[in-house]
């Protein structure tokens, strides 16, 4: 399966600035998505991170919240932006490799707005 | 948004005990169906995965049983161990979805020594 590097693992950020997520894998995926798990609950899917192209948002996220890139097959970003104490949650980096039908997670950022 | 519904929300074992959780699932399309163990600060491992053309699946002491008709499967852990304490994630995955976990509720599992 693949390995996925997640930076930075944790942060506390001031409500009104951005932070950028960064997730690098260690071989070539077939899709990249990037879901949030705020505290005690289950993973929701932000978005499908799509290889030099716009990402494909899930209903209630939208890109100028939530800017990602993803300029290759190994590695995205996944951006909050205008941040509130509602941004504070776990946000997860996922791949999927369509060879072994196996989805990897990232361990996580960790945000906390203040 | 099609659903993935888990339970129960949590769940205590004694230590070699059987812990049962269960999911039940809308999206007829789906046809992966993957058992996630997160432990704290740690992103979500899959543990075990299931196809729907086969009603069972079993890798140590976890095993999956599938019923397509009632749309329903879920997770055995046999001889439960404290080390099992975490929480357990179903998830779904296919057709429209295609390559979109859809995942449930989640369950705490406690196992007691």
């Known amino acids: 399966s693949a390995v996925i590097s997640q930076k930075p693992s944790r942060d506390i950020c001031q409500r009104g600035t951005s932070l950028t997520i960064q997730c690098q894998v260690d071989s070539q995926v077939t899709m990249m998505f990037w879901y949030r798990q705020q505290p005690g609950q289950s993973l929701t899917l932000i978005a499908t991170a799509n290889q030099g192209s716009e990402a494909t948002y899930e209903s209630g996220f939208v890109i100028d919240k939530f800017p990602i890139s993803r300029p290759n097959l190994t590695f995205s970003t996944l951006t909050v932006s205008n941040m509130s104490p509602e941004d504070s949650s776990i946000y997860l980096c996922?791949?999927?490799?369509?060879?072994?039908?196996?989805?990897?997670f990232g361990s996580g950022t960790r945000l906390t707005v203040v | 948004q099609q659903q993935v519904k888990q339970s129960p929300q949590s769940l205590i074992v004694q230590k070699g005990g059987i812990s049962i959780i269960n999911c039940a699932y809308e999206n007829t399309a789906f046809d992966y169906f993957p058992w996630y163990q997160q432990f704290p600060g740690k992103g979500p491992a899959l543990l075990i995965a299931?196809?729907?053309?086969?009603s069972e699946k079993k890798e140590g002491r976890f095993t999956i049983s599938f019923n397509k008709s009632a749309k329903q499967f879920s997770l055995h852990i046999m001889d439960s161990q404290p080390g099992d304490s975490a929480t357990y994630f179903c998830a779904g995955a296919g057709g429209t979805s295609y390559g979109k976990l859809t995942f449930g509720q989640g369950t705490i599992l406690t196992v007691h020594p």
């Open positions: 996922s791949v999927l490799k369509i060879s072994s039908y196996g989805y990897t």
């Open positions: 299931i196809r729907p053309d086969v």
